[in-house]
């Protein structure tokens, strides 16, 4: 069984987006626009950064997770963000 990742990537706009793969890189491959399966967010943007990656054991728990992250505001998006940087900073 596949391991799943939630994800964050910020746009060349600033925008955020959100999304679960089982690869990360390929998929921000597919939104920079290798192989045409990029998601429609990506269409009149490029994907700039990595900002934030989760490990979830299955696809449901991935969607779960994900559908949380989406409803949560701009700020508390930056705050997961900068609080999951914390936590992996080496100290």
Do not use: C, N
């Not at 793969?21 to 994907?47: C, I, K, N, W």
Request: charged share 25%; aromatic share 8%; glycine share 10%.
């Amino acid at each position: 069984m596949a391991d799943w990742t939630v994800y964050i990537v910020e746009s060349d706009r600033g925008a955020l987006y959100t999304g679960i793969t089982t690869s990360v890189a390929r998929r921000l491959a597919e939104h920079g626009g290798q192989g045409g399966r990029g998601a429609r967010f990506f269409r009149f943007g490029q994907p700039r950064r990595l900002l934030y990656v989760e490990s979830v054991a299955d696809r449901g728990g991935a969607l779960r997770r994900e559908a949380q992250i989406k409803r949560l505001d701009r700020r508390a998006k930056l705050m997961l963000i900068a609080a999951h940087a914390a936590a992996a900073a080496p100290r």
